[in-house]
């Protein structure tokens, strides 16, 4: 990748951070439990500032577990879905009216029974731990890649929604390596993590494709 082009995507991706502090909401690497968590409740919802929304929820719930870190399944799996909606203060529904809470609860007992109990066990090209995520009622293909995203998974492959950003901001193919180049090159001129701006990019180019189409359904290149 060119330096001009390296330049006009840090630009691009400047424009995509929260301008406000405390800046982007830094992901979840290391610890999926809060991953999960993140996913299944920023589907269709306001992420929001530390005080507020997504990342409110995931406050209380930090709060409620000692400020333990994240990542234990088991505990997540264990949990009575409307008590943990209430620790959350979250009561949001999914399509088809299942409680957020209920369904992170579910993925998690999924995961557990394939013995997946903590961010190092997850593996991006497991078929039986994208169906865990894919195959609860109201999540799918979207979930499963913002997971990855959120839990910085090593073994993932270049995200399709990340590449379509690239390709767009830049009105050029990108292939999987120039995009990792690019973000990196980004991330260390805004002083941001990676997964902070892979994140930021992510959302950004879901509220694009929402704005130019008539639904947020996973396009062909998607699923």
Known sequence: MRRSETSRFTQAARAALPHAPPGPPPGW???L?????????????????????VRAALGRYRAHCSGDLLDDVDRLASRA???????LANHQRLAGQTLKAAAAVEVAGRLRDLQVRQAVDLRADSAEHRRAVTGVAGLGPLTWDYLLLAVAAPDRTADHRLLRFAERVLDCPVSEDALGVAIQHAADRLEVSVTALELALWRAEGRHARLHTT?????ARER
């Open 29 to 31: 690497a290391g610890e």
């Open 215 to 219: 639904n947020d359904t996973p396009t």
């Open 81 to 87: 879905p409307s008590a943990l909606a209430d620790v």
């Open 33 to 53: 439990e809060a991953a999960l968590l993140d996913a299944v409740l920023s589907v269709r919802a306001t992420y929001g500032r530390p005080d507020t929304g």
